[in-house]
């Protein structure tokens, strides 16, 4: 039966139909091919990638292990004296990439396994506790801002200050500058206040550390920190040294001791090696504090160590009207209060004491809801805080039953 016109056309439009279907399938089979090609291509060389860094960390695991080592000398012809980790001295050469100015003595160097020659030059052994010594960032603390100790002041700048800003003046005089000062007297009076001014006012690197801090539980452990915090002001000289509760390391050495009483006294021991002994300690100064001065070794008083001894008494009636007028000078006061009335009021009182009043009197008008403080919230603060039955609890057995 012969096929019509029509159905040809239809067939043919059926043929094209399919034959475009097939070529988009084929098309997408190949695209699909291609991704995968591109893929795989890139995993190619992703892996080649860790190859090579495997590879390389193979060598380096296989690289010959390198001497510790301190330079003694530095000769003239090039050639540097060491001291290996071993013990014994040799004089070897140095690799051509190291910074020759950077080689002296006492740096720490890298050596050659057979050479012994310098590798390359070590960052110093520190450790991290005694760089978080240093004060970065200085307390906003001035030396106006403490009342009532203006002698002790002037003491402290002559020992601590003058000596770092004005050494011509000594030397004019010819007598050498004291090395240090001891800060003594009853908590609360200002002993870390002073401290903390003179790390603001100053431009020398001021360390601080706690007594505490050097009682360490292995053995060595302490007399190490104190050997790496003076190498490091020594680095960073002109500096400052503060010691907080010098009590709790220096106290007097006993023939009956245990052997945690046996490292403190070791670990104090360094300490007056340090601050007086054989070495130079160079362009250093040291403020100590402590509210026990009774019970200090007594090597640790003698002069070369500390040669100012400085007491920060309670302070008197008008010390104490000049701190609380120190401590309310942001506050919104009424024109009823009185400081010289409210000095009197408070006998007896010491620094952290009239400020913790000037806080109390403040959140009684907080509490109120007030716009400033009245004369009335003094005395109802002083009332709280200092009468003898609010210590007496404090301290009492029971408070906590």
Same mark, same amino acid.
């Given at each position: ?141 001035? *030396? ?10 002037? @003491? ?61 539980? *292995? ?43 046996? @490292? ?9 090696? @340090? ?84 806080? @109390? ?41």
């Amino acid at each position: 039966m012969a096929m019509g016109n029509d159905d040809f056309s239809r067939y043919l439009m059926d043929r094209i139909r399919l034959l475009e279907e097939r070529n988009s399938l084929l098309l997408e089979q190949a695209n699909k091919i291609e991704i995968e090609k591109r893929f795989s291509e890139s995993q190619k060389l992703k892996f080649e990638r860790e190859l090579r860094q495997l590879k390389s960390e193979l060598e380096r695991l296989k690289t010959p292990p390198l001497v510790v080592g301190t330079v003694v000398d530095v000769l003239n012809n090039g050639r540097i004296v060491i001291r290996s980790s071993t013990g014994p001295q040799f004089v070897v050469g140095s690799s051509q990439f190291i910074n020759s100015p950077e080689l002296m003595a006492g740096v720490r160097v890298s050596l050659n396994y057979q050479s012994l020659a310098v590798v390359d030059i070590l960052p110093s052994s520190r450790d991290p506790f005694v760089n978080a010594m240093e004060v970065i960032d200085s307390p906003e603390i001035t *030396y106006s801002e403490i009342g009532g100790l203006d002698e002790q002041i002037r @003491e402290v700048r002559e020992t601590v200050e003058l000596p770092l800003t004005k050494p011509e003046i000594f030397q004019r005089i010819g007598i050498e500058p004291p090395k240090g000062v001891l800060l003594f007297g009853a908590p609360g009076t200002g002993k870390t206040l002073l401290a903390k001014a003179v790390a603001n006012e100053t431009k020398a690197t001021f360390i601080r550390i706690v007594g505490s801090e050097l009682v360490q539980k *292995y053995i060595g452990e302490g007399a190490r920190i104190v050997r790496d915090l003076f190498k490091m002001a020594k680095e960073k000289a002109p500096t400052i040294i503060f010691i907080d509760e010098l009590d709790s390391i220096g106290a007097k050495r006993l023939d009956t001791a245990t052997s945690g009483d046996r @490292e403190v006294q070791r670990t104090l021991m360094q300490l007056l090696s @340090e601050m007086d002994g054989f070495n130079n300690r160079g362009n250093i100064r040291i403020i100590a504090a402590t509210n026990r001065p009774d019970i200090l070794d007594s090597a640790l008083l003698r002069p070369g160590r500390f040669d100012r001894f400085i007491m920060i008494p309670m302070p008197n009636k008008d010390a104490r009207a000049l701190i609380l007028k120190i401590h309310s000078r942001k506050m919104k006061l009424s024109d009823d209060v009185d400081f010289d009335k409210l000095s009197a009021l408070t006998d007896g009182a010491n620094g952290s004491d009239l400020k913790a009043i000037v806080m @109390e009197a403040g959140m009684l008008a907080v509490r109120e809801e007030r716009y400033n403080i009245c004369i009335d919230d003094f005395q109802k603060a002083i009332k709280k805080l200092l009468t003898p039955t609010t210590k007496q609890n404090l301290h009492s057995e029971g408070m906590f039953a």
